[in-house]
């Protein structure tokens, strides 16, 4: 590690979108790799062609992270398996995906989130836009959300390449990858062989210092595959908090895959509403009484100088100085969108956070900031934009 002064702009900025992240309660979602470890090791060769930002470097984008295929990319690439990954947050709540890849490729993905820590979010923000629990088939690639109110779900995939979605979703904060790429060299050693799950892997033990905080635990990978099959990694809390108010206790993430006999996954194995506890996840734009405004009507809270996203509808303004609005077009399109047009204006980004589904951009002009925070669920992305004066 470099020292504090000279810290690497990835980890500073890691850190800061951790933080972002755990604001928006999102579930996991970045493509990173772990650095150089032992060279002889298959963690390592994959580790290795993952180039490394220089000191220099700017801050990243969004589209950085969209990296080469990794062990746990590799892991999604496997045929009947099934596999659980599971977060559990300093403060008692937790993100859990249990998947299923059939014989063809085809998967059924059930998400459950419990609990969030709502404390960060701007006020006015609509919680109805934070999931439960979801249920997502993929057929060919394509995502495929049940939906009550669309009785053609069956035939307007959400996502054509649901399975890149999925792998910028496991590879946010709540997944291993991203911590993995932060630990210094020497972090990663190899601890013997075992098979888990019906895999023959190599074990490797992590103990790895970032920011003065040690990452702890252990990772199983099928070396044929290259596949990432088992982990287990401690996360200091103090990593997931603004640096001047560093939280006590640690994140917990546990992944295991293991050989099964999966049943071919079709979408005739939807069995109805998941929601038997709870409220569901929102499907598309939230209902409202009458028509919704575009978003470039007149009722709109946005300053002049910060566009509008093109055919947005807006959900609602929760009062001056926020506007939120929601469309059907990907995260990482509306990203671009405000990263070229909010330059026009003359804004000057000062930090953009990618972390899973996802993203928040911070802009600075004259007297101004603006955090644009972009989320996706369901199919619909909806767009946050906050501006304060400093």
Request: net charge negative; hydrophobic share 35%; with cysteine.
């Amino acid at each position: 590690m470099k020292p504090p002064s000279k810290r690497h702009p990835q980890v500073s900025m890691t850190l800061m979108l951790v933080w972002l992240a755990a604001m928006a309660c999102n579930l996991p979602l970045g493509v990173v790799k772990p650095q150089p470890q032992s060279a002889s090791s298959p963690a390592a060769t994959a580790a290795a062609s993952q180039p490394q930002a220089p000191a220099s470097s700017v801050t990243a984008t969004p589209e950085d992270y969209l990296l080469q295929p990794d062990p746990l990319d590799h892991l999604l690439r496997l045929r009947s398996i099934e596999f659980n990954l599971t977060t559990t947050r300093p403060d008692g709540t937790s993100r859990s995906l249990d998947g299923e890849i059939d014989s063809a490729g085809n998967m059924d993905l059930k998400f459950n989130y419990k609990g969030f820590d709502l404390t960060g979010l701007p006020q006015g923000f609509d919680t109805k836009w934070i999931p439960t629990e979801a249920e997502v088939f993929v057929l060919g690639g394509k995502g495929y959300q049940p939906d009550e109110q669309n009785p053609d779900w069956k035939n307007t995939p959400f996502d054509d390449d649901y399975v890149q979605t999925l792998s910028q979703e496991l590879h946010g904060m709540d997944g291993p990858s991203l911590w993995l790429n932060l630990l210094p060299p020497g972090s990663i050693k190899p601890a013997g062989n075992e098979t888990v799950g019906g895999f023959a892997a190599d074990k490797y033990s992590i103990a790895g210092s970032v920011d003065g905080e040690t990452i702890t635990g252990t990772i199983w990978e099928e070396p044929q595959a290259d596949a990432l099959v088992q982990a287990e990694l401690h996360i200091p809390a103090a990593l997931l908090s603004a640096p001047d108010q560093p939280q006590p206790g640690e994140m917990i993430i546990i992944l295991k895959a293991q050989k099964a006999e999966v049943n071919p996954v079709t979408l005739a194995n939807y069995q109805g509403p998941l929601a038997t506890q709870g409220p569901q996840p929102t499907q598309g734009p939230l209902p409202t009484q009458g028509p919704q405004p575009t978003a470039s009507s007149s009722q709109s809270n946005l300053p002049s100088d910060i566009p509008r996203y093109p055919g947005a509808t807006e959900s609602g303004n929760a009062g001056m100085p926020m506007t939120q609005m929601q469309t059907t077009d990907p995260a990482a399109k509306v990203a671009q969108f405000y990263t070229q047009q909010m330059g026009a204006e003359n804004w000057t980004l000062t930090n953009t956070s990618p972390a899973g589904n996802a993203i928040v951009q911070s802009w600075e002009k004259d007297n101004r900031m603006a955090d644009i925070m972009i989320m996706s669920s369901g199919g619909t992305t909806q767009i946050t934009i906050t501006v304060t004066n400093q």
